[in-house]
């Protein structure tokens, strides 16, 4: 009796150690999840904000009799939106260093930094206006948002 009691004993612990890191394996990678699925709303968010601006943006610019102010007066309450957005995107940098998510860190930060660049650039302080800056800043929100969809996809797992 005492060598099977001992062999169950030894079995059940096994057994229950396998289960415990099943567990927090599986708690892990939810949390994950679920972190970066709120990471991908406050991207969405931000991206929609800037392709919004983008578009108001090239539409009254395209005129080269466009005035200043008037084109800044209309983007006037888009602004506020994204400045707090990219408010977000810092606090998601930071969750993504804690998580030791380094490369889709690097990816939302270089998403960021181009978003700082194209609202300085609408607010006139980036040289001249072009159709051409215009268009590239579009492709490259779209692109620099591809590739950190990309990254994050990788981090979920």
């Known amino acids: 009796i005492g060598l099977g009691a001992l062999i169950t004993a030894i079995a059940t612990y096994i057994n229950q150690k396998s289960n415990q890191k099943a567990i927090l394996n599986k708690e892990h990678i939810d949390s994950n999840r679920k972190v970066i699925t709120q990471m991908s709303l406050d991207i969405e968010d931000i991206t929609h904000s800037l392709l919004k601006l983008w578009s108001i943006f090239d539409f009254n610019t ?4 466009y005035i200043q102010k008037e084109v ?7 602004r506020e939106d994204i400045f707090r957005e990219t408010k977000l995107l810092t606090k998601n940098e930071g969750i993504l260093l804690l998580y030791n998510h380094l490369d889709q860190q690097q990816k939302l930060r270089e998403f960021g ?3 700082v660049n194209f609202y300085q650039y609408t607010l006139f302080k980036k040289g001249n206006i072009s159709a051409q800056t215009t268009k590239f800043y579009r492709e490259e929100i779209l692109r620099l948002r591809s590739e950190l969809y990309k990254s994050l996809s990788k981090a979920i797992s």
């Not at 395209?62 to 009799?65: G, L, M, T």
């Open 113 to 115: 930094d181009l978003a």
């Open 62 to 65: 395209k005129d080269s009799n």
């Open 72 to 78: 800044i007066d209309k983007l006037g309450n888009l």
